[in-house]
């Protein structure tokens, strides 16, 4: 069973950072592509930033230049910095597996409310 454990979220001022942990079991993490997604309120969820299994990164031109994706597979763990914030990046945050693993795989995510 997949499960996928965000954490790291928070408030803070723009201009501020923000590291946000995602905590993966019941999938080996190390052979698979994994990204970070966010939900703003009202909008779908959208792919953000993306690893490959050699760590190969991909970013939205949003966020590049100031969230960096990063794993440790032997933590089976990813993480997002995020730098630079600014108040639209306001939203929940989760991670997956790219493509992502289904509907009910989605983790509860990890708030991140930058004020301005």
């Known amino acids: 069973q997949v499960q996928l454990v965000e954490s790291g979220g928070g408030l803070v001022q723009a201009g501020g950072s923000l590291t946000l942990s995602c905590a993966v079991s019941g999938f080996i993490f190390d052979i698979n592509n994994m990204g970070w997604y966010r939900q703003a309120p009202g909008k779908q969820r959208d792919l953000l930033a993306s690893a490959t299994m050699r760590g190969s990164t991909e970013y939205v031109d949003s966020v590049k230049g100031r969230f960096t994706i990063s794993r440790d597979n032997s933590k089976n763990t990813l993480y997002l910095q995020m730098n630079s914030l600014k108040p639209e990046d306001t939203a929940v945050y989760y991670c997956?597996?790219?493509?992502?693993?289904?509907?009910?795989?989605w983790g509860q995510g990890t708030q991140v409310t930058v004020s301005s």
């Open positions: 997956n597996r790219v493509p992502d693993f289904g509907e009910s795989s």
